[in-house]
């Protein structure tokens, strides 16, 4: 099970770390994913990470103030989000990925196991 945390409310301009934290008997090496959802809209991907080496996926709108990264001896996955519009403001959910390729990532078939999300808010 995954956990988001690290929302909040945040001028525009600013920034927050979101972090995603493995719970209970599972194995912490695995890639994952950050999405979010806005008010009445659908789910969309915003990065993800593989396991271990790999290439690093953004979406579009995000790709120059957003990095994700990971510790795995803490099993956590780190969402920086710095410049922050209000655009941005959602509720931030992260998801295991269980796709077969890497490489072919589909945001839309390749994830589960969502965790709780964390609400961030940004004011303009």
């Known amino acids: 099970q995954l956990q988001a945390s690290g929302g909040g409310l945040v001028q525009a301009g600013g920034s927050l770390r979101l972090s995603c934290t493995a719970s209970?008997?599972?194995?912490?090496?695995?890639?994952v994913g950050w999405f979010r959802q806005a008010p009445g809209k659908e789910r969309d991907f915003v990065a993800a990470i593989p396991s271990s080496t790999g290439s690093i996926y953004y979406e579009d709108s995000v790709k120059d103030r957003f990095t994700i990264s990971r510790d795995n001896a803490k099993s956590t996955v780190y969402l920086q989000m710095n410049n922050l519009k209000p655009e941005d403001t959602a509720v931030y959910y992260c998801?295991?990925?269980?796709?077969?390729?890497?490489?072919?990532?589909?945001?839309?078939?390749?994830?589960?196991?969502w965790g709780q999300g964390t609400q961030v808010t940004v004011s303009s």
């Open positions: 998801a295991v990925y269980y796709g077969s390729n890497w490489y072919l990532l589909n945001p839309d078939t390749d994830f589960g196991s």
């Open positions: 209970g008997p599972t194995r912490s090496n695995y890639a």
